[in-house]
């Protein structure tokens, strides 16, 4: 048993067609939304985060981006160095002792 089919006038459309079109530009606008997120992924620098006893903060240090990581638990702070291809440790200061010496300088002693 064959279903018979209404044939179609040329120059009419499928009611169909117009929502499958929408469709179309909507995947292909995410598609390129996504695709843009994977291009520019950039560290960005000069953000501080907290959790627990550290606090973590980047900056700007040229060629490359620069790691600060302070623990209130030791009451050390250390200085690191991001690549993209490595995390390279700089610095390591005594917090308390790096106050005492700013305050000696301002003294001038």
């Known amino acids: 048993m064959t279903i018979p089919t209404s044939p179609q006038r040329p120059g009419t459309r499928d009611a169909a067609s117009p929502a499958l079109w929408a469709s179309a530009f909507v995947l292909i606008a995410l598609i390129l939304t996504q695709a843009g997120r994977l291009v520019g992924n950039t560290a960005r620098a000069e953000m501080v985060s907290q959790t627990g006893p550290y606090t973590v903060m ?51 002693k």
């Open 58 to 108: 980047t900056a700007d240090g040229g060629n490359n981006d620069i790691l600060i990581v302070l623990d209130a638990r030791s009451e050390r702070m250390h200085v690191y160095a991001a690549t993209q291809r490595s995390v390279d440790m700089l610095q390591s200061f005594d917090v308390p002792q790096l106050f005492s010496d700013a305050r000696q300088r301002t003294r001038g």
